[in-house]
């Protein structure tokens, strides 16, 4: 695959499923963050440790491979989860995103860097701590989710209640709450190979949930699920998220299922993160000519809001007339707004004017003619690897 080939996968209208990814007031920005990633790397092969941050690590990734035999997955990569966000980590196949989401609960050993959860360094952890950490905290949702195929749909909900010591008849109260809320309710008494894929994927979505963790990891839970399945159940971690304001990180290769579903996007390239934005700012103020190539497909105007298309208000009695539209209004729903009045419309916030958005300011954005500062985190030190293949090492 290539990097434009990513936004092929579409399945559907972004926008519509957008505007309801993020909780109202969208994730808190000031608060403690859930996971708090800085300068990780992890270096897989013999004395892995020498690599970072050394002239080793300058290498190319295959004399280093030749010269050491060590690859480097994650390089150098700070970020942080922020309470009740979905953050996306988003690249192409062999970019480091399941090594860096596994780094997080220790499952694959960082090389160097820290990682803390709530203020706590994951890497001090003892065994029983970190078993607590990924039974209680931070639940993990694969790809292949690994049922119990003897077991039925809620003995498989249960089991990880089970083994965090639940007595029976509660476990299964809780069990049977979590298969009604992925939309099972009836399924319980069967068996994994009695499902279709898509509702083999919810049992999975429903044995993490069981577990009422802080943050649900999710690597490509979809990945194996066509088109449509996959949509809805997009849509399922969409309200899961919206309902109940659970923080996830969400792995994905696929750049229609990151805005969909993120509220902000890290992207990979070569183990970096290249740039760290909400999917807006990611379309809207790519980095570097790499992530631009790689969101050129994107509809514009179904990810862009009005802030990016709006101009000052010529006059009062411009900045009191026409339709008034939200901030996080997308310039698509501001287009049909000014067409269907055929006039400009306002930008209003808590009762004021922020500016006013015109057919001319919303095409110019359309068109990629705006041009606002972004925001977002620009790429982490030196030039990415040439080319776009990922797939570098052995
Ligand atoms: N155990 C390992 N030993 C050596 N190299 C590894 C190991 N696991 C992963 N790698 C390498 O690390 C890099 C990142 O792999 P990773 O699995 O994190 O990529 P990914 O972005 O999840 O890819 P995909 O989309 O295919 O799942 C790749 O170059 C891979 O070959
Ligand atoms: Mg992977």
Redesign the pocket.
């Known amino acids: 695959m290539n990097a434009t080939a990513a936004p092929g996968d579409s399945t559907g209208d972004i926008r519509e499923a957008r505007t309801t990814a993020s909780p109202a007031t969208g994730p808190a920005v000031d608060e403690k963050p859930v996971f708090s990633v800085r300068n990780l790397w992890k270096v897989?092969?013999p004395k892995a440790e020498r690599v970072p941050g050394g002239p080793l690590a300058d290498l190319p990734p295959d004399a280093l491979r030749e010269r050491t035999g060590c690859?480097v997955?994650v390089r150098d990569v700070s970020f942080d989860v922020r309470p009740g966000e979905c953050f996306v980590v988003m690249?192409l196949?062999?970019?480091?995103?399941?090594?860096?989401v596994r780094c997080l609960t220790r499952l694959i050993e960082p090389t160097a860097g820290t990682i803390a959860i709530d203020g706590e360094d994951v890497g001090g952890m003892d065994k029983g701590a970190l078993r607590d950490l990924r039974r209680h905290r931070a639940a993990m949702v694969f790809q292949h989710f690994g049922l119990l195929p003897h077991r039925t749909v809620l003995d498989n909900v249960a089991y990880g209640l089970e083994i965090q010591g639940v007595g029976k008849a509660e476990r299964r109260a809780k069990a049977g709450e979590m298969v009604a809320k992925v939309g099972l309710a009836g399924m319980e008494g069967r068996r994994p190979g009695q499902l279709s894929g898509g509702q083999q994927q919810r049992v999975g979505l429903a044995r993490a949930l069981a577990a009422d963790p802080e943050v649900l990891l999710f690597d490509?839970p979809f990945s194996a699920l066509d088109p449509l399945i996959r949509r809805d159940m997009q849509e399922e971690v969409v309200r899961l998220h919206r309902d109940e304001g659970r923080t996830m990180v969400f792995i994905t290769?696929d750049l229609s299922e990151a805005l969909r579903v993120g509220d902000r996007i890290a992207l990979m390239r070569g183990g970096r993160v290249v740039q760290c934005g909400t999917p807006e700012e990611i379309v809207g103020s790519p980095a570097d000519d790499y992530v631009r190539d790689f969101v050129r497909d994107v509809p514009r105007e179904q990810v862009l809001t009005v802030r990016r298309a709006m101009r000052p208000a010529h006059d009062a009695g411009e900045a009191a007339t026409g339709p008034a539209l939200s901030p996080a209004t997308t310039v698509a729903d501001a287009i049909e707004a000014v067409a269907r009045t055929g006039c400009s419309a306002r930008v209003v916030d808590a009762g004021r004017c922020l500016g006013v958005v015109d057919s001319t300011s919303l095409l110019g954005v359309v068109a990629g003619l705006e041009s606002t500062p972004s925001k977002s985190t620009p790429p982490n030190s030196t030039p990415s690897m040439g080319g776009f293949e990922?797939?570098?090492?052995a």
């Open positions: 897989f092969g690859t997955a690249g196949s062999g970019s480091g995103k399941s090594t860096l490509e290769h990922e797939k570098t090492a």
